[in-house]
Structures are given as C-alpha cells and as structure tokens.
C-alpha cells in the first residue's frame, strides 16, 4: 500500500512531464525526467513509510507537492526554449502549485471553521451529579505508575528478559476480575532481530494492595515494537491507510486468556484531522498471525472494554469543553468555555470501573480564567462508545478542581515529597470527595487521601480504600454541615439497646450525638437540630429508627430516633 500511495503522490509530477514531452520540444529531457521521478519516488516511499501520513486530502496535496519540487529540474534544466510558444509544462506546474498552496489555505480556513461540528458531534449527555459510591460495585483502583512500578521489578521473571522493556498499561474487566494488563514490548529494532516476538504479557488485580504481577507466557510476533511488515502501526496503516489511528495500539485479553491488540482509528473531516465524536472505529489485531478486522467503537467483540482510547477520550473532552461557542469564542469571548484539567493518569484522562461493569475515562474541567482552582464539573468519557457525560449539578459546580485536591494532600507530607496521584471525584453519601493516591518519589504506594471538595479542611488518609472510607464517612458524620448521606441505600429498620455514647458541639451550638448499640459495630450519628430530644440519650437506653446504609457499612446518619421512655 506504501507503494501505491507513492505512485498517486506522483500524480502532478506525471502531468506535468506529460505536457512538458507533448509540447514538442521535451525528447531529450525523458531521461531526466525519469531519473527525477525515480529520485521523487523514493523519496516519497521514504517519507511515507517512517511517516505514515494518511490517505486524506491534505496530505495528498502536500505529497504532490514534493513531486512537483522534483518535476521542475528537467522542466527548468534547459533555457533553449522558443520565445513565441509557451511552456506548456511550465504553466501546467504553476497551475497545480496553485492548487497546492488554495488547498494548504483551505486546510488552515476548514479547521478553524470545523470546531463548532466538533462539538456538536460528540456524543453527550449532561447529569447533575453520580449516584452515591457503593465501594463494593465501585472499587478504587490502584494508581497505574504503582502498577509499574511493580511490574518493572518483576521483569527479571520474562524469558530473555534483557530483550524487552515494560509496554503501555491497560484496564479491563476479566473473569469479573478488575484488572491492569502489560504487553512486554521489544526494547529496540536489534532486540527485535534477535527475539522475533515477545513472550506474554502481565496481569494484576487492579483493585488490591497487596497484590503481585503474575506474568502470563503467551508469544506474540506482530507488536507495536516490532518492524518490518510485523510493525503494528504498519500493518494497520496499510490496511486502512484513510484512517488516522489515535493514540497507541493497547493489548486487551479475551476470556480465555488470548492477547488481541486494540487500536483506535477515526476518518477526519474533510480539510481537517479533527474527528466526528459519533463516527469513531476500532481495529483489532490477531498477534499470532497478524489478521485484522474494523468496527465500530460500540459494536467491537464484548470483551473489548477500550475500544476509545485515552488520547481519544482526551480530544473528545476538549472537544466538549472549549469549542461549545466554536473556536473564535474560545479564545476570545470563552463563553460557556470549560478547560479540561489535565492530572490524569494517561493524557489527562484516568481509567476507572464503574458499577455497571465498564471503563469510564474521569476528568475534571476548570475556567479558562487564569488563578481560579475551583472546578466547574466532571466528565465521565465511556470506554466503549465515546459517550461524554458531564456532571456539572450545584455541587460539582465551584468545589475544589484536582490540582487543588493534590496541593492539598502534597502539603501534608513536605518533608518526603510524597506526591499526590491519580485524583478522582466520587459522589460519598452526597459529599463530592477527591479519591487520591499518595505515592512516593519511587512510585511506591503510600496511603490513600480522601479529600472533601468543598472544604479542604476535611482530609482522612488511610492505608486502604475500605478502612479509608469508613473514617472519612465518620468524620463527614460528625459535620452538621455535611449532605444526608441516604442516596441510594436501602433503608433499613434497626433497635436496640445503646452501648456507647459520645456527644460533641459545633460552633453555631448545635450537638452530634454518636453511639454504639449493643452487639454492633456501626456507628450511628444523630444532629440535635433533627432530633432534639436526642441530647438526653444515655447507654442503657432502647432505642428504635431507620437507617440509609449499605450492607457491611460501619457507619450512618440518621434522622430521628425513638428513645424508649422519653418519646
């Protein structure tokens, strides 16, 4: 395919002999045009291969371009021409330079015009703010540079190990298992020579601390690293040479353990390399034998999770974001304009589970006015569709933005330039909450952070997602300020006899009564304003009324209590 798209860029250098021999008075230059067309044509193979432009219109131009430079050697190599008759190759070539240049400026004038459809071709959806965390459908997954750190020092188990280098990092929901997954990649083109194809890939679980790489033997020969006609970028290009591919070809695992290669692909815009945000495709790649089939992003094989990539999912929040008002109005009068922040994991962009089972990309937006750290909502980018769902309701609007949430968490911790990583907003008993791993300079795992997004005051660190939670869930409870944290939790009734007891004020006087019932661990919470009569709680007492919690919670709010003998 190389070759004939070489062939096609010669379009305008061909005319252009063909009329420079037919005016009668190019015989003698055949020879040279020939050696310049061959001279052209490598060059074009050239630049083509290591380059790889796509098939589009404005790189056809650019590409005739080149042989036409080479066209006007034997067109200007001799100056005997008649001074009555016109050059017709001469006029031919300025004509079609002519092209070039109306169709460079076309290019520049389509993608200023093209940011408004950008926009409007995204698929998306707005929603006020996400259902409550249920940690249990919604586990918090470890930050990836964690995940290869761990990796990285599991590496001496790989066969020929010295032959490879750890490649690009993956989400995806296997055997109902969360789970991160690593090609090992071929570690330059004489490694390639030697080892011919890589030997397996790892596997983590994605979702616990304490867990350790296992890598999976499994030889691949047609990989992002390799070259040649196995070079994946290649064969991809030379299969669907009018896509662009976005992004790096992913390796993804089926249900019985084989490796398939996942690359996003998008045909541009006409003039333009922008995407259509409801016209993307996926191409998966056999890496034993090198087959390859295209489809669209949502109809691919249901064990890919990522058919969008996070470069992908990047550009559609861009997308979204700043060109709502097209692109004179983001730079100029940024109405509506909301500036992707860029603290994620890969590309801006981090890979979380949902609770329905897929993989969302999160990012949070601020203003695109300069010295404001406050966030005007999230998006939630499916893995799967490219669907961006914004949640921008009265409480993700005006909390603290990621980067505040990380100087926040760095601020604790100055001495061990410990760093913050991998900040995401969960919706916690109605609090929007930064999530975020605290690793060290080694990218070693340290504690989590929980922050609350509406005051920076409220910070739990813990040493794992679980214990974390419940802390922060008791300090959030012991606010009067502070959501009711019923969401979606069933509500369930509950009575017995009070244990333990703690009361505690807050400024504006109001009193949290805390306490334990007999022969239970959670811990309830009660605010005087709510129940007043709550204040004369004793241990000893019978008390009865309904709590929102979720199974296994440790704690919970609730709003009215019966105290036996008093009401």
């Known amino acids: 395919m190389i070759f004939l798209i ?39 193979v050239i630049i083509i291969y290591f380059v790889l432009p796509a098939f589009i219109l404005q790189n056809i131009l650019w590409l005739n371009a080149i042989g036409i430079f080479f066209a006007a050697f034997p067109l200007l190599a001799n100056k005997q021409a008649e001074k009555k008759s016109k050059n017709t190759g001469i006029a031919l070539a300025a004509i079609l330079f002519a092209v070039v240049l109306v169709g460079a400026m076309v290019s520049v004038v389509a993608n200023f015009a093209v940011y408004q459809s950008t926009y409007d071709h995204v698929v998306k959806s707005n929603e006020e703010e996400a259902k409550p965390l249920d940690e249990d459908k919604t586990p918090i997954a470890i930050a990836p540079s964690s995940v290869r750190n761990k990796m990285n020092k599991k590496m001496s188990v790989v ?83 009018s896509y662009i591919q976005e992004g790096e070809a992913r390796l993804e695992v089926d249900e019985e353990g084989k490796a ?43 064990f890919i999770e990522n058919t969008i990539s996070p470069e992908m999912a990047s550009k559609l929040n861009t997308y979204y974001g700043e060109y709502s008002g097209g692109f004179w109005n983001r730079h100029f009068g940024k109405a509506g304009v909301k500036i992707p922040n860029d603290n994620g994991t890969e590309h801006g962009v981090t890979s979380v589970f949902s609770e329905d089972g897929s993989i969302q990309y999160f990012t949070d937006f601020k203003s695109p006015k300069e010295n404001i750290d406050s966030a005007l909502g999230y998006s939630m980018v499916d893995g799967r569709t ?87 869930r008791l300090q959030l409870s012991a606010d009067t300020s502070t959501a009711e944290s019923t969401g979606d939790a069933p509500v369930q009734q509950v009575s017995g006899e009070v244990n333990r007891l703690y009361i505690s004020s807050d400024n504006a006087g109001a009193k949290t009564i805390q306490f334990l019932l007999r022969d239970q661990d959670v811990i309830y919470s009660i605010n005087s304003t709510d129940a007043p009569y709550a204040i ?32």
């Open 159 to 241: 066969p020929d190990t010295q032959l490879y280098h750890l490649g690009s990092l993956q989400t995806q929901t296997v055997g109902g298992t969360n789970e991160y997954i690593a090609p090992v990649e071929f570690d330059g083109f004489f490694k390639w020579l030697k080892g011919g194809e890589t030997s397996g890939y790892f596997v983590i679980d994605a979702t616990d601390l304490g867990a350790q790489p296992e890598f999976v033997e499994n030889k691949l020969s047609y990989v992002p690293s390799a070259y040649f006609h196995k070079d994946l970028q290649r064969i991809i290009y030379s299969r669907y040479p």
């Open 6 to 44: 070489a062939l096609a860029s010669l379009a305008g250098f061909i005319l252009i002999a063909l009329a420079d021999l037919a005016a009668g008075r190019g015989k003698s230059k055949l020879k040279q045009y020939f050696a310049a067309g061959v001279a052209a044509y490598i060059v074009l």
């Open 260 to 302: 398939w290669y996942v690359q996003t692909v998008y045909q541009p815009k006409l003039f333009t390399k922008k995407a259509n945000g409801d016209d993307i495709q996926v191409v998966v790649v056999n890496p034993y034998n090198g087959e390859s089939k295209i489809y669209d992003a949502d109809e691919a094989p249901d």
């Open 536 to 567: 004369f709680l004793k241990e000893g007492d019978q008390v009865s009324f309904e709590a929102a919690m979720q199974d296994g919670a440790l704690s919970a709010t609730i709003e009215q209590i019966s105290i036996e003998g008093l009401n």
């Open 386 to 472: 490219g669907e961006v769902t914004f949640f921008g309701g009265e409480k993700n609007n005006g909390i603290m933005d990621s980067s505040g949430a990380v100087q926040v968490v760095e601020k604790e911790y100055p001495e061990k330039k410990w760093e913050g990583k991998m900040p995401v907003l969960y919706n916690i008993d109605g609090n929007p909450t930064w999530v975020i791993s605290v690793l060290d300079s080694n990218g070693i795992f340290k504690q989590y952070a929980y922050v609350r997004a509406a005051d920076s005051d409220y910070v739990v660190f813990g040493d794992n997602a679980k214990s974390t939670l419940e802390a922060y």
